[in-house]
């Protein structure tokens, strides 16, 4: 069985034999997302984030899987540009976000850590992370969101804008897991009001949602 290793006097720390160039590794990176992607279909906006989400998880196949609303990718952006802070139910998403790619310095924000949130949780009967959602309310009227990990959290969204909250201006809907991850997809892409993008099934997180994001703010494919 072959070591990977070049023979004797082959260049590279070891002996390996790899593509060192980081602009090289990106362009085949994405060159062969787009050969392999069944990406026929997509309007360009949405491929363009397709693309992305594929390159931080490595699943081709996950095109199968996403769906979104006619005016989710174009609402999204054109609420950053306009200023609107980006939503994000884990600190994982916050801290993945490329602030340099925001079109209008926008504030990026995770309330999951805030001393108020593990009251909250108890008053409310539910986790943390949906608990958190509430400290949103002022200021989600035309916000973008990112739900990443908690399905919890999806859910506790739809649940303020059924009530009477503000409407985001888009919400990225990718919690991965096996409970309810599913289910609050399928809720939001059912949602009458919501631009949306999501990933039907278990398959979500942290990566994929930055990736879906920063995608969004750069206006690259």
Not at 49 to 69: F, K, P, Y
Request: aromatic letters at 4%; one cysteine or more.
């Amino acid at each position: 069985m072959s070591t990977g290793r070049n023979p004797a006097g082959a260049e590279g720390t070891g002996g390996y034999e790899y593509i060192r160039e980081g602009a090289e590794i990106y362009r085949r990176s994405f060159a062969t997302i787009r050969a392999e992607a069944e990406l026929d279909g997509m309007p360009p906006e949405v491929a363009g984030v397709a693309v992305r989400m594929i390159h931080a998880c490595g699943m081709v196949d996950l095109v199968r899987d996403i769906a979104w609303s006619p005016n989710a990718v174009l609402a999204a952006r054109e609420a950053l540009r306009a200023g609107a802070p980006v939503f994000c139910d884990a600190a994982m998403v916050a801290a993945g976000v490329t602030r340099r790619r925001l079109p209008a310095d926008n504030d990026i924000l995770c309330t999951l850590g805030d001393p108020q949130v593990p009251q909250l949780a108890q008053e409310l009967g539910t986790t943390r992370s949906a608990a958190a959602m509430e400290l949103w309310r002022d200021r989600l009227d035309g916000a973008v969101v990112a739900v990443g990990n908690a399905p919890t959290s999806l859910f506790r969204l739809l649940e303020m804008v059924d009530a009477g909250a503000g409407k985001p201006a888009a919400v990225l809907g990718l919690p991965v897991g096996f409970i309810g991850a599913a289910e609050s997809k399928q809720a939001l892409a059912d949602h009458p009001e919501l631009e949306h993008l999501v990933v039907h099934g278990r398959r979500g997180g942290s990566a994929m949602a930055v990736a879906a994001i920063n995608a969004i703010a750069s206006e690259q494919e």
